[in-house]
Every structure is written in C-alpha cells, then in structure tokens.
C-alpha cells in the first residue's frame, strides 16, 4: 500500500506535490483550478491518495478539491503503459471528456477513460473516488473506442456487479493475500472487458443532471432488492456512498420524496402479486412479503398510492375477495 497525503506539505507545496502524487499513482497528469480566483500556490491543495496492488491491476482511491484534471497530447506522449481507468464516484460530480463525448459522473455511477488518448475530469465539487487502472491489452478495441467518456449506473444489471466489486474489493484490500489481490484483479479485467454488455445512461453535458442520474441508479436498485436489503435512508445512503441528507436532497422538488418512493414501490408489487395471483394467496401473506407492518398499514398505504383497496384491485379482475388468513 503507498499513501500520499498532501497535508504533510507546506501550502506552497502543496500543488507541486500533488502533480507528482497523481502522475505516479496514475498516468501523467496536470491538474488546474477551476477558478481562476483559486491560488493553491497561496492557499494549498488539500488531497489524499492511496493505492493498492492488485496484481497487473491497481486500485486506488482518491479524496481532493474541486478542479480540472487535463491529459492531453504532451501527456499522452509521457505514458508509459497504456491503461484504462474504472473511476466509481463516491462523492461529489465530474464532467468526464474523451473522444468528443462528454457526460456527467456522480455518486451512484462510473465511468473509463483511457489513458493513450486525451481526456479531461472536471470535478465540480470536492471529490471521492475510487479508480482501477486496467492494462489496455485486456480490454477489446471496441470498449475503448465506444465506452469511454460514457456514465454507467451502479445501481442495476452488471452495472451493479461491477460498482459493487469494486467498491468492496477496495474496501478488503487491506485483509487479503496477495494471491487473492491477484484474483480481484483478474476478476475486475474480466468485469471492465465486459463493459460491452452494459447499457449506459444517457450522457449528461450539464452540471445538474447527475442528481436525475443518481436518482435513476437509487430506483433500480430498489427495484431489484426492494425485497431482500435494508431499505431505510441510512442504508440506501451507504450503499450509494453519500450522506442521509443528500440522498433527501435528491427527492427535494420530485413528486415523491425518498420514503414515498420506497412505499410506492412495495405498493406497486404487492398489487402486482395480488393480480397474478387473482385470489390466490391471503393478503397476511402478501402484507409480510412486501414489508407492511400489518394489514391496516397496507390498506393505508393502497389507499393512498393508488386510491383503491386489495379488494377493489381484485374486483376488476372478476376475483373472490381475498382471504386475511390462510384456511386451517
């Protein structure tokens, strides 16, 4: 493990250190202020790198300033070994640019860059990532021509997959063998050569539509897991990496708020069931499957999200009302 932490230099030297903390953990790079009010040479450049072997790979995650990190042509002429980068963001928005394209990252998505052709990140706000540098002979000329500068969601499909091992890959680094840091970096080539499998969100050039993009992440992954994972704010929030009040944030203006989505999800399926079914299972049965404290709240919640009762829903469908409770 190595560990650059740019608080051990003074102000002044702060900015120089971090050129030489990024270029060696990464590729060659050169990072500016995105304010041109901003003077690291007289305020400092707080930022904070660590970074992992993972046998041919290298994962590492990165926590700094808002600015504007260029890999141009000079920069692509110093490379040394031609790589991609797998960034999952945890905190903050990046403007990610290559190949003509330009798309907006957040929390909840990542993205890839490739190293042997120019690109730019501009992190709008102070930023958290953690990035996998992959060789580029493993990775199909089709995905680095096609995928980068493209936002996929972690919140869904192989997307989801992806996200997760690399987020918990990192997170066990530290307690593994190095035959098993070996196996995690094959397993994350692997799971970056099949980029090509994964549909990306649509691309976003402006600087508000990643909270739409996080928001579309949250709701798949409730819709896939809704069943099975820890619903509440707090857990919904770690898993995507962000705070409880950003993921209320998110809701903020929406036609639901975070809760009201959750509800209206469990709503939706249990009413889907209820029509599968046509009567066939009692509404205990159906009030416990989709986490309704009991039957009342489940009324309540019909009622509200979609103005009709189980038994209304059923009626429609020419079905015997539903039983409470199993016979016998």
């Known amino acids: 493990m190595q560990l650059w ?16 903390v990024v270029c060696a953990a990464f590729t060659p790079l050169r990072p500016a202020e995105r304010d041109s009010r901003d003077d690291w040479r007289r305020v400092g450049l707080e930022g904070r790198v660590e970074s992992r072997a993972f046998g041919e790979t290298n994962g590492a995650e990165i926590t700094t300033c808002p600015q504007i990190i260029h890999h141009g042509v000079d920069e692509v002429r110093r490379v ?41 990140l501009d992190y709008l ?39 997760d091992t690399l987020r918990s890959s990192w997170m066990q680094a530290a307690r593994m063998s190095v035959g098993e840091t070996d196996a995690v970096g094959r397993a994350v080539t692997s799971l970056t050569a099949a980029l090509t499998q994964v549909s990306p969100v649509e691309a976003l050039a402006d600087t508000t539509g990643g909270d739409a993009a996080l928001r579309r992440s949250i709701r798949h992954h409730l819709e896939r897991h809704i069943r099975f994972v820890d ?35 469990r709503v939706e399926g249990c009413a889907d069931d209820l029509r599968a079914e046509g009567g066939g299972v009692t509404m205990t049965h159906l009030a416990a499957k989709w986490g309704f404290s009991d039957l009342s709240h489940l009324h309540r919640a019909f009622r509200h999200h979609l103005g009709r009762s189980p038994r209304e829903i059923l009626a429609d469908l020419g079905a015997r009302p539903v039983p409470t409770r199993r016979a016998g």
């Open 80 to 120: 040394d070994d031609e790589v991609v980068f797998l960034n999952l963001m945890l905190d903050g928005r990046c403007v990610v640019s290559q190949d003509g394209r330009r798309t907006m990252s957040g929390p909840g998505t990542f993205s890839l860059v490739d190293a042997t052709r120019p690109f730019s």
């Open 125 to 163: 706000d102070p930023w958290r990532t953690v990035s996998f540098r992959v060789p580029s002979a493993a990775i199909s000329d089709v995905i680095r021509a096609n995928a980068t500068a493209r936002t996929f969601s972690a919140g869904t499909g192989l997307g989801a997959v992806i996200a």
């Open 5 to 20: 932490d740019t608080r051990e230099k003074p102000p002044a030297e702060q900015h120089a250190y971090w050129r030489e």
């Open 231 to 265: 619903t509440s704010p707090a857990a919904i929030a770690r898993h995507f990496a962000i705070s409880v009040r950003k993921l209320h944030q998110l809701y903020e203006g929406e036609e639901l708020t975070f809760s009201q989505t959750v509800m209206r999800l």
